[in-house]
């Protein structure tokens, strides 16, 4: 069954427990991620933040989650297709989060298991509500997601998959050739996603990212005079299939 979901943007809430041991808002650990990896493919940090997930009474005990998530965008990425529009198009393209969330005490110390299982499908709605907020927020429409199975992860687990679907919309480029202006109009890229999800350490891991799902090439044609005609050929060179194999290796590698 689909349902809004998707991720790319900007910020995110999710994610992990502290292993051994209850946690404070303030000591949570951030998830461990891919260094080496984020920044050889040129990713760039730009959400960081911790929040209280939920506070309430679970099997006879008061839990609280706790998130702490990180944010980068491909700065790599953007700065290329900045460079070949000329400056038209400076945005964000492709986004890779990753969250933990704890719980205190220990999701490993709640009573019952059908209680444990209750609180980490809380904390992963909630945190996902969240994002959804500022995915539409930063334009993204038509968000749709369907169940994807199930994806092998460093930590050990197999994390539970969802893969996303969404467009992002943009305005007409404009830019100068010959000190004329030529503008293309503005256009719909399809994006596509994916979240994981998975139990480590007593606590909950969520990662995942989005990228673009197509390229973006068109030609337009400009009449620079009665008797001149130039026509420019826009081609972004995105290659969606590289962009779904470095999201997929960096959420992998979150622990």
């Known amino acids: ?96 989060f990753a969250s933990r969330v704890a719980f205190s005490p220990n999701l490993a110390d709640v009573p019952l298991e059908s209680a444990r299982e209750e609180l980490a499908a809380r904390a992963g709605e909630v945190a996902t509500a969240q994002f959804e907020s500022r995915l539409e927020s930063a334009g ?27 467009v992002f919309a943009f305005d007409s480029l404009s830019f100068d050739v010959r000190g004329e202006p030529v503008s293309i109009d503005g256009g719909r890229v399809a994006v596509e996603g994916l979240l994981a999800t998975w139990v480590h350490g007593g606590g909950l891991l969520i990662a995942g990212g989005a990228y673009p799902a197509e390229n973006f090439a068109r030609t337009v044609d400009t009449e620079l005079s009665e008797a001149i005609t130039v026509t420019v050929d826009v081609d972004l060179g995105l290659t969606p299939e590289a962009y779904a194999e470095e999201v997929r290796g960096l959420v992998t590698r979150v622990e």
């Open 1 to 96: 069954m689909d349902r809004r979901r998707f991720l790319a943007g900007a910020a995110a809430a999710g994610a992990a427990g502290l292993a051994g041991c209850g946690t404070a808002a303030g000591t949570v650990r951030p998830p461990r991620l891919p260094a080496d990896r984020l920044e050889e493919g040129g990713w760039e940090r730009t959400g960081a933040e911790t929040a209280e997930v939920f506070s309430r009474t679970v099997a006879g005990t008061d839990v609280s989650a706790t998130a702490v998530t990180r944010v980068f965008d491909d700065a790599a990425l953007r700065a290329e297709v900045r460079e070949k529009t000329l400056g038209a198009l400076d945005a964000p393209l492709s986004n890779f």
């Open 140 to 166: 993204l429409s038509d968000i749709s997601s369907t169940d994807a199975g199930t994806l092998a992860v460093a930590t050990g687990e197999d994390a539970d998959l969802t893969a996303y679907e969404a």
